[in-house]
């Protein structure tokens, strides 16, 4: 009877307390090749993460789009996301081709992947309340396109791009209003262009908009003022708490895709990429801890 007791307490409290989930897809960005041993090949891609056990790699635009993709299924890997050039005219209307290989991506692309797109725009960079209408006539018709084929659309924000800041992001995923069209969020963008004030509100604010969201090692403090080689290192390194910043997003509703920026790592790419998914799943047994 003693027994029995004891085991209905343990069991009441793995129902009262379950164990929090960190199992959003985390793959790799398609920006490898500064490592001094870095994959050439789609194939060779593919294989290195499906080793070190990564769950994908991003696209990275038309080139090579069908190639990479092919090698990632051979692997069983995933393509969760495909990082796209988006440029408008002053007519706010894309050049032919750039929208019919768009097109040929969402067509192609796997049910319930994501294109984000890093937008510009020569003509509206410093007139964004009018390019702003312009682009979203754009954004709408390919979301309804994409829509049959289960595939979801945001803006990449980036330093010196068209949308810089998460908040434009939104706003333009406000102004389109459909439903397979979000946001995305990049922490080292994030720092060098906002900086580290008020994360957790910017996270609050914006989860429920968010479909893709890149992530690193980085540095604290005035992060407007720092470069590249301390806003993007590999992940556990750093001042910046990456781990809470996760814990945010994933606190705050957010389960879609993951991935580690890789943009100018250098040195062993095994190492480096190994030693960042031994974090990952350092960050996944921490909030699996967390109540």
């Given at each position: 009877?003693?027994?029995?007791?004891?085991?209905?307490?343990?069991?009441?409290?793995?129902?009262?307390y379950?164990?929090?989930?960190?199992?959003?897809?985390?793959?790799?960005?398609?920006?490898?090749?500064?490592?001094?041993?870095?994959?050439?090949?789609?194939?060779?891609?593919?294989?290195?993460?499906?080793?070190?056990?990564y769950?994908?790699?991003?696209?990275?635009?038309?080139?090579?789009?069908?190639?990479?993709?092919?090698?990632l299924?051979?692997?069983?890997?995933?393509m969760?996301?495909?990082?796209?050039?988006?440029?408008?005219?002053?007519?706010?209307?894309?050049?032919?081709?750039s929208?019919?290989?768009?097109?040929?991506?969402?067509?192609?692309?796997?049910?319930?992947?994501?294109?984000?797109f890093?937008?510009?725009?020569n003509t509206?960079?410093?007139?964004?309340?009018?390019?702003?209408?312009?682009?979203?006539?754009?954004?709408?018709?390919?979301?309804?396109?994409?829509?049959p084929?289960?595939?979801?659309?945001?803006?990449?924000?980036?330093?010196?791009?068209?949308?810089?800041?998460?908040?434009?992001?939104?706003k333009?995923?406000k102004?389109?209003?459909?439903?397979?069209y979000?946001?995305?969020?990049?922490?080292?963008?994030?720092?060098?262009?906002?900086?580290?004030?008020?994360?957790?509100?910017?996270?609050?604010?914006?989860?429920?908009?968010?479909?893709?969201?890149?992530?690193?090692?980085?540095?604290?403090?005035?992060?407007?003022?720092m470069?590249?080689d301390?806003l993007?290192?590999?992940?556990?390194?750093?001042?910046?708490?990456?781990?809470?910043?996760?814990?945010s997003?994933r606190?705050?509703?957010?389960?879609?895709?993951?991935?580690?920026?890789?943009?100018?790592?250098?040195?062993?790419?095994?190492?480096?990429?190994?030693?960042?998914?031994?974090?990952?799943e350092?960050?996944?047994?921490?909030?699996?801890?967390?109540?």
């Amino acid at each position: 009877m003693f027994v029995i007791v004891i085991f209905s307490l343990v069991l009441v409290s793995c129902i009262a307390y379950p164990k929090k989930k960190l199992n959003n897809i985390f793959y790799a960005q398609n920006t490898l090749k500064w490592f001094k041993n870095a994959p050439q090949t789609a194939s060779e891609k593919a294989k290195l993460l499906k080793t070190i056990g990564y769950d994908g790699l991003e696209g990275f635009g038309y080139k090579d789009f069908f190639e990479l993709k092919k090698a990632l299924d051979e692997e069983g890997l995933k393509m969760p996301v495909n990082y796209v050039a988006l440029n408008f005219n002053a007519d706010g209307k894309l050049d032919d081709t750039s929208a019919n290989e768009i097109k040929t991506m969402i067509k192609s692309s796997s049910n319930g992947s994501i294109i984000y797109f890093y937008i510009q725009s020569n003509t509206y960079k410093n007139n964004k309340e009018t390019g702003d209408k312009l682009i979203v006539a754009v954004l709408r018709d390919l979301s309804d396109y994409s829509l049959p084929y289960g595939i979801k659309l945001c803006i990449y924000p980036h330093l010196s791009t068209y949308c810089e800041t998460v908040a434009h992001s939104v706003k333009l995923a406000k102004m389109v209003d459909r439903k397979n069209y979000g946001s995305a969020m990049n922490l080292c963008h994030l720092l060098k262009v906002e900086g580290s004030e008020g994360i957790d509100e910017k996270i609050k604010e914006f989860a429920p908009y968010l479909f893709a969201v890149n992530i690193c090692g980085a540095d604290n403090g005035d992060t407007k003022s720092m470069g590249w080689d301390r806003l993007i290192q590999p992940l556990g390194q750093g001042s910046f708490d990456t781990y809470h910043f996760v814990k945010s997003l994933r606190d705050n509703g957010y389960r879609g895709p993951i991935g580690l920026q890789c943009y100018h790592l250098s040195g062993d790419a095994v190492e480096t990429l190994t030693r960042s998914l031994q974090i990952w799943e350092e960050y996944k047994k921490q909030y699996a801890m967390e109540k």
